[in-house]
T-cell receptor
Framework: DTEVTQTPKHLVMGMTNKKSLKCEQH?????MYWYKQKAKKPPELMFV???????INESVPSRFSPECPNSSLLNLHLHALQPEDSALYLC??????????????FGSGTRLTVV | GNSVTQMEGPVTLSEEAFLTINCTYT??????LFWYVQYPGEGLQLLLK?????DKGSNKGFEATYRKETTSFHLEKGSVQVSDSAVYFC?????????????FGQGTRLTINP
């Protein structure tokens, strides 16, 4: 299994809603990532988990809350989002974080619209 | 800090034309270099990679050579197809703040006309 699976593929939520994005991989990768991608822009790193521990938070607002329940799963909990948070949210995984040779495997993303 | 600069798009070519997308980088240490492709409505797929100087990455007819002397990793393909239409991202990976981080260029949108 060489895939990263993200659910849901599309999500529309109101500014007062609470929702979660889910990501799963079964490649034995021990680093997992959340990226945000706006239209016609490159992905921007949000969070890095290494061995199930949060190692990087790129100054992301607290309305985004990541969680890594185990080595295969990564969640992004959303609460009180703003319309400008509408974007494609990408999950990725990689080999142990100190090895930079292999790049990342990306999921197909969740397209989020905040209304 | 680490950064990647790609040629600005969009790039429009006819089928069977030769493709070059330029990519240069600035980095400390010895980063690994990647090309990712993003088809409409999809996530990013790794197209090819190179992990040290003079390495050539290749896949699906695309090639790129890690040139340390010119800090470049240009993407080339000898004969493009309509199905190659996508956005291409050059990226480098290295240790930053004690963890691996992937730094992307701005992306180049490629359109191939039949």
């Amino acid at each position: 299994d060489t895939e990263v699976t993200q659910t849901p593929k599309h999500l529309v939520m109101g500014m007062t809603n609470k929702k979660s994005l889910k990501c799963e991989q079964h490649m034995g990768h021990r680093a997992m990532y959340w990226y945000k991608q706006k239209a016609k822009k490159p992905p921007e790193l949000m969070f890095v988990y290494s061995y199930e521990k949060l190692s990087i938070n790129e100054s992301v607002p607290s309305r985004f809350s990541p969680e890594c329940p185990n080595s295969s799963l990564l969640n992004l909990h959303l609460h009180a989002l703003q319309p400008e948070d509408s974007a494609l949210y990408l999950c990725a995984s990689s080999q142990p974080y100190r090895d930079s040779r292999y790049g990342y495997t990306f999921g197909s993303g969740t397209r989020l619209t905040v209304v | 800090g680490n950064s990647v600069t790609q040629m600005e798009g969009p790039v429009t070519l006819s089928e069977e034309a030769f493709l070059t997308i330029n990519c240069t980088y600035t980095a400390t240490g010895y980063p690994s270099l990647f090309w990712y492709v993003q088809y409409p409505g999809e996530g990013l797929q790794l197209l090819l990679k190179a992990t040290k100087a003079d390495d050539k990455g290749s896949n699906k007819g695309f090639e790129a050579t890690y040139r340390k002397e010119t800090t470049s990793f240009h993407l080339e393909k000898g004969s493009v197809q309509v199905s190659d239409s996508a956005v291409y991202f050059c990226a480098l990976s290295g240790l930053i703040q004690g963890a691996q981080k992937l730094v992307f260029g701005q992306g180049t949108r490629l359109t191939i006309n039949p």
